[in-house]
């Protein structure tokens, strides 16, 4: 899962370069018979790939999910080392 604070800080950009990938590497790569069936798809490419397994350059080459648990790691620890 992503967090909303990390959700909500996505500029125009983001999003836009988000929307080409869906695009490019799912939407015109599938037949979909309804757009329920579309928005259903969609949404689990997104949760179970997008986010989970597909490298990306602004996560230094890590999967969301992954950056997310890296960075939260690193903070842990700075915080530790603050606190001693």
């Not at 986010?51 to 950056?67: E, K, L």
Request: with cysteine; proline share 1%; charged share 25%.
């Amino acid at each position: 899962m992503s967090s909303t604070s990390s959700a909500a800080a996505c500029s125009s950009a983001d999003g836009s370069g988000l929307f080409s990938t869906i695009k490019v590497e799912y939407i015109h790569r599938h037949r979909f018979r309804t757009l329920t069936e579309a928005r259903l798809k969609i949404a689990t490419w997104i949760v179970d790939f997008y986010n989970v397994r597909r490298r990306h350059s602004a996560c230094q080459g890590m999967s969301p999910i992954d950056y997310e648990r890296f960075t939260d790691a690193e903070r842990s620890t700075r915080a530790a080392t603050v606190g001693k």
